[in-house]
């Protein structure tokens, strides 16, 4: 039966419709899965980014953490260093006002002749020499002299030997330490320091432990004491 013209305009306008909503439904298909990966790049960027951030700022606060132990330990550094330089400078305040009072002892003649006695015998059993000169301060002369016999007496009970000791009076110790006496050998090639000054040096290295002991007590991190 053959179809009429209004039959296949039908046929035409549904086929049309059909292909039509057909097309509708890929594109809102394609729209879907469009939005859908979108969606996913767009999570996968933000994360990545996220994490770039995160480690970004991980390593600046590792850095600035660092920066801080650093500048902390400097300060701690510095504070210990002015902590020793106070100490330091409180012995030696110590120890100048030991050579302060050395100056104290050669106003009373008979201890410090004894002094001078004993220093001169001392350095004569270093030397061990059949010939020395003593130089002393100028104002010193007169006291040296007179005790110099008893020192060499003192030397020669001691070791048995001889000795010629000789005051220089052309040379003197600086008028303004405080006191003692330096010995010559005569050929001038050994010379023992025997000051109050160089004494109290070779004391004072020794017990500077002790004195830091005194003074601060114990320090109970320092493994040795010299």
Same mark, same amino acid.
């Given at each position: 039966?053959?179809? $009429?013209?209004?039959?296949?305009?039908?046929?035409?306008?549904?086929?049309? %419709?059909?292909?039509?909503?057909?097309?509708?439904?890929?594109?809102?298909?394609?729209?879907?899965? %469009?939005?859908?990966?979108?969606?996913?790049?767009?999570?996968?960027?933000?994360?990545?980014?996220?994490?770039?951030?995160?480690?970004?700022?991980?390593?600046?606060?590792?850095?600035?953490?660092?920066?801080?132990?650093?500048? $902390?330990?400097?300060?701690?550094?510095?504070?210990?260093?002015?902590?020793?330089?106070?100490?330091?400078?409180?012995?030696?305040?110590?120890?100048?006002?030991?050579?302060?009072?050395?100056?104290?002892?050669?106003?009373?003649?008979? $201890?410090?002749?004894?002094?001078? $006695?004993?220093?001169?015998?001392?350095?004569?059993?270093?030397?061990?020499?059949a010939n020395v000169t003593i130089r002393g301060r100028q104002n010193d002369a007169q006291l040296i002299q007179n005790i110099l016999p008893s020192a060499v007496e003192a030397y020669k009970n001691t070791c048995g030997k001889n000795v010629v000791v000789t005051l220089d009076t052309e040379h003197f110790l600086p008028a303004d330490s405080t006191g003692g006496i330096d010995l010559i050998t005569?050929?001038?090639?050994?010379?023992?320091?025997?000051?109050?000054?160089?004494?109290?040096?070779?004391? %004072?290295?020794?017990?500077?432990?002790?004195?830091?002991?005194?003074?601060?007590?114990?320090?109970?991190?320092?493994?040795?004491?010299?």
């Amino acid at each position: 039966m053959a179809l $009429s013209d209004a039959d296949v305009q039908k046929q035409i306008k549904h086929m049309m %419709a059909f292909i039509e909503q057909e097309a509708n439904e890929k594109a809102e298909e394609i729209d879907a899965k %469009a939005e859908e990966e979108f969606n996913i790049e767009k999570g996968r960027l933000v994360q990545q980014q996220r994490l770039k951030i995160m480690e970004y700022y991980e390593k600046k606060e590792k850095q600035v953490e660092l920066q801080k132990k650093i500048q $902390s330990s400097n300060m701690l550094n510095q504070a210990r260093l002015k902590v020793l330089k106070v100490r330091e400078d409180h012995v030696a305040s110590v120890l100048d006002e030991c050579r302060r009072r050395l100056g104290d002892i050669t106003r009373d003649p008979a $201890s410090y002749g004894t002094i001078l $006695s004993a220093l001169i015998t001392q350095g004569l059993l270093q030397l061990m020499e059949a010939n020395v000169t003593i130089r002393g301060r100028q104002n010193d002369a007169q006291l040296i002299q007179n005790i110099l016999p008893s020192a060499v007496e003192a030397y020669k009970n001691t070791c048995g030997k001889n000795v010629v000791v000789t005051l220089d009076t052309e040379h003197f110790l600086p008028a303004d330490s405080t006191g003692g006496i330096d010995l010559i050998t005569h050929s001038g090639r050994i010379k023992i320091s025997n000051t109050l000054e160089s004494r109290l040096e070779l004391i %004072a290295q020794q017990l500077i432990p002790e004195i830091r002991n005194a003074l601060f007590g114990r320090n109970i991190n320092r493994k040795f004491t010299d």
